[in-house]
């Protein structure tokens, strides 16, 4: 399995950017995606993560209100829409995918270590 993020760079605080997560060798109707951060010095931390087959999407409460997880099932990627950012937005961001057997989206959302592929990081920095 291979999960490619892009879409991160240096935006203005208030500014928006859309990251893009392709997925390959397995579809994203399978397994539930999510979409995590880690900040210089801070552990990795859950900002929003969707169930298989498009079901239930659930978010950090920092991202509430600003971030928008979407998919497109024929280009199988997804993608994290981040309005209104903050400097406290700066991050590596990855996407990851899990099977969740006895997990829920939730709990993933919670403790990154149940997903089970990574991809590699987007940098984004929010800064005047």
């Known amino acids: 399995f291979q999960l490619q993020a892009s879409g991160g760079g240096l935006v203005q605080p208030g500014g928006s950017l859309r990251l893009s997560c392709v997925l390959s060798?397995?579809?994203?109707?399978?397994?539930?995606i999510g979409w995590f951060r880690q900040a210089p010095g801070k552990e990795r931390e859950g900002v929003s993560c969707?169930?298989?087959?498009?079901?239930?999407?659930v978010y950090a409460d920092f991202a509430k209100g600003r971030f928008t997880f979407s998919r497109d099932k024929a280009k199988n990627t997804v993608y994290l829409q981040m309005n209104s950012l903050k400097p406290e937005d700066t991050a590596v961001y990855y996407c990851?995918?899990?099977?969740?057997?006895?997990?829920?989206?939730?709990?993933?959302?919670?403790?990154?270590?149940?997903?089970?592929?990574w991809g590699k990081g987007t940098l984004v920095t929010v800064s005047s």
């Open positions: 969707t169930a298989p087959n498009g079901g239930n999407t």
């Open positions: 990851a995918a899990g099977a969740l057997e006895d997990v829920t989206i939730v709990q993933a959302l919670a403790h990154p270590d149940y997903m089970d592929d």
């Open positions: 060798g397995f579809t994203l109707d399978s397994y539930a």
